[in-house]
């Protein structure tokens, strides 16, 4: 059971920072989290929360070059996590506000942004001119993964549920956008591609969405395998992808934190440029407080979200 209590300020170990919340936003993984259906499973109770903009509250042994009051974002060390007055961080995890955002966006600009660059860049090695088909397209990672495709010089297809969803997706930049509601999207993505289907897609949603894909996935195309918000995991047939000549990529972004935390931090270099010339900004739709999170995780749950939540105390 999700609920608002009062807890003892958390106290930061070895190589962790304690930060007072300015703000933070709700994920998928939050919501699995709170299941007990996430690989990560926090013994009970725990406070959830995977990532926060906060300011340096008290800093803990063995941490060098962070100081009291600094403005952060980053990942949270749980059982300690965002949805909360106080939380707290591994040093190693923490990144500098962009000073461009406010708390509620520089929120949501850690997991999201890293993940798309990552998948887009690393994963995928989107090129200028490619088209990119990006399913949840006014989510939260979707809508991310939309801005950073643009900013990669690919043509964006969005797919979107519903009509208000589909306005966001041209909002944060498609240039193009099926309602999964009323058109079949293979098809539309064939007949915008000339027949040859899009050259890389970014599937948070599985399921379904992973399935037909691949009957719109170009010649040596990328399929970028980002998360099952459906609920649905989908079996890939082997087959398929040997005939069709394209790539089925995974992307695990936590994991990249632990296996190359440089390219993180350069990743987040890159991306505080495309904020400072204005390229990217994250959507966050609603500003709300703590006493909404339970709430708020429900909607996000069942797909009746834009963009991101962001709980600020
Ligand atoms: N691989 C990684 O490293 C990584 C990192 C971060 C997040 N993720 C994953 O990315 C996914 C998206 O996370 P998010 O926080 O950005 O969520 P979100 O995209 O904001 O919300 C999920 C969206 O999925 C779509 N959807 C389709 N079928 C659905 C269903 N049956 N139930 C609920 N939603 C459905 C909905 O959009 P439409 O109605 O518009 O289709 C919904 O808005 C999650 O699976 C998350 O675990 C993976």
């Known amino acids: 059971m999700l609920t608002l209590a009062e807890v003892p300020v958390p106290e930061p170990g070895p190589g962790q920072v304690l930060v007072r919340l300015r703000a933070a936003a709700a994920n998928f993984p939050d919501v699995l989290m709170c299941r007990g259906a996430y690989q990560v499973r926090p013994s009970l109770p725990f406070t959830p929360g995977v990532e926060l903009c906060g300011e340096v509250a008290r800093v803990g042994d063995d941490v060098l070059g962070v100081r009291a009051g600094d403005r952060v974002i980053g990942g949270t060390a749980l059982p300690y996590g965002g949805f909360a007055e106080y939380a707290v961080m591994n040093s190693s995890?923490?990144?500098?506000?962009?000073?461009?955002?406010?708390?509620?966006?520089?929120?949501?600009?850690?997991?999201?942004?890293?993940?798309?660059?990552?998948?887009l860049h690393r994963r995928a090695r989107i090129r200028a001119g490619e088209t990119l088909?990006?399913?949840?397209?006014?989510?939260?990672?979707?809508?991310?993964?939309?801005?950073?495709?643009?900013?990669?010089?690919?043509r964006v297809i969005g797919v979107?549920?519903?009509?208000?969803?589909?306005?966001?997706?041209y909002a944060v930049g498609a240039d193009v956008v099926i309602d999964r509601h009323k058109e079949d999207f293979p098809e539309v993505v064939r007949r915008e591609t000339g027949g040859r289907g899009a050259d890389v897609i970014y599937d948070p949603v599985g399921g379904e969405s992973y399935q037909r894909s691949t009957k719109c996935i170009?010649?040596?195309?990328?399929?970028?395998?980002?998360?099952?918000a459906s609920g649905q995991i989908?079996?890939?047939?082997?087959?398929?992808?040997?005939?069709?000549?394209?790539?089925?990529?995974g992307l695990h972004w936590g994991l990249y934190q632990t296996q190359d935390p440089h390219a993180v931090r350069e990743c987040h270099e890159q991306l505080s440029k495309l904020v400072a010339d204005g390229v990217v900004r994250p959507l966050v739709s609603e500003r709300l407080g703590l006493g909404d999170v339970r709430d708020g995780l429900q909607r996000l749950a069942d797909g009746d979200t834009i963009g991101r939540l962001v709980f600020e105390p």
């Open 133 to 154: 088909l990006v399913h949840a397209a006014a989510g939260g990672v979707g809508s991310g993964a939309v801005q950073l495709g643009k900013a990669a010089g690919a």
């Open 160 to 169: 979107a549920g519903g009509e208000r969803k589909a306005e966001a997706a």
């Open 93 to 119: 995890s923490m990144l500098p506000a962009p000073e461009d955002l406010d708390d509620a966006e520089a929120a949501a600009f850690f997991i999201t942004y890293q993940t798309g660059w990552f998948g």
């Open 234 to 249: 989908p079996s890939a047939a082997l087959n398929h992808a040997l005939l069709k000549n394209y790539s089925i990529l």
């Open 218 to 228: 170009a010649f040596e195309g990328r399929i970028v395998v980002v998360g099952f």
